[in-house]
């Protein structure tokens, strides 16, 4: 892939996942859990994951996103929340990718990465109130988490089969 085509296309990828985190932000989610949302923007780490093949482009995707959103429409709380769930959730979501290569599917990388998603953002908020006892909030949110990952592994299981069939695409070496 040459360098042109890498930066329109790492560009494409993080003005997606602004619009799709400016769609999520506008819908009300009746959840259980307060503050549990949908994870769309994460449909855009998990097709990344798996399209391509410098990891270190998804991390930057991660890192445009975080920044981009929390100046259009966040404070600094929500960067914070952001940041660590995403981060910890791509290292987890890399990790269950290589370890099981062909025993976990899309669907369950993007489940495992939801849950510690989840995870991250409670680590933040029990240092920010200085109580471990919100992590009992945890089994609440990771019935919501595990939900929404697997709706997001399903529907980037489908993207990224069909991106593997457009002949543009061959380049970028779309692994399943």
């Given amino acids: 892939m040459n ?8 560009g494409i990828l993080v003005s997606q996942a602004l619009a799709l985190y400016t769609i999520e932000s506008m819908i009300p989610v009746p959840f259980i859990a307060p503050g549990a949302k949908l994870g769309l923007t994460n449909l855009i780490t998990v097709i990344a994951l798996y399209i391509l093949n410098n990891k270190k482009d ?3 995707i991660i890192i ?6 929390t100046m259009f429409g966040g404070n600094l709380s929500t960067l914070m929340y952001g940041a660590v769930g995403a981060l910890l959730s791509f290292y987890i979501m890399l990790f269950v990718k290589n370890i099981g290569k062909d025993k976990v599917s899309i669907i369950g990388v993007s489940a495992a990465g939801a849950f510690f998603h989840n995870v991250g953002q409670l680590i933040v908020a029990a240092i920010i109130v200085q109580n471990i006892a919100v992590t009992l909030y945890l089994p609440i949110l990771s019935i919501a988490g595990i939900g929404t990952g697997i709706f997001i592994g399903i529907t980037s299981n489908f993207i990224v089969k069909h991106m593997s069939k457009l002949p543009f695409f061959n380049d970028l070496n779309i692994s399943q």
């Fill in 64 to 69: 445009l996103r975080l920044l981009l959103s």
């Fill in 58 to 60: 998804v991390f930057l």
């Fill in 3 to 10: 360098k042109t085509f890498r930066i329109v296309f790492i």
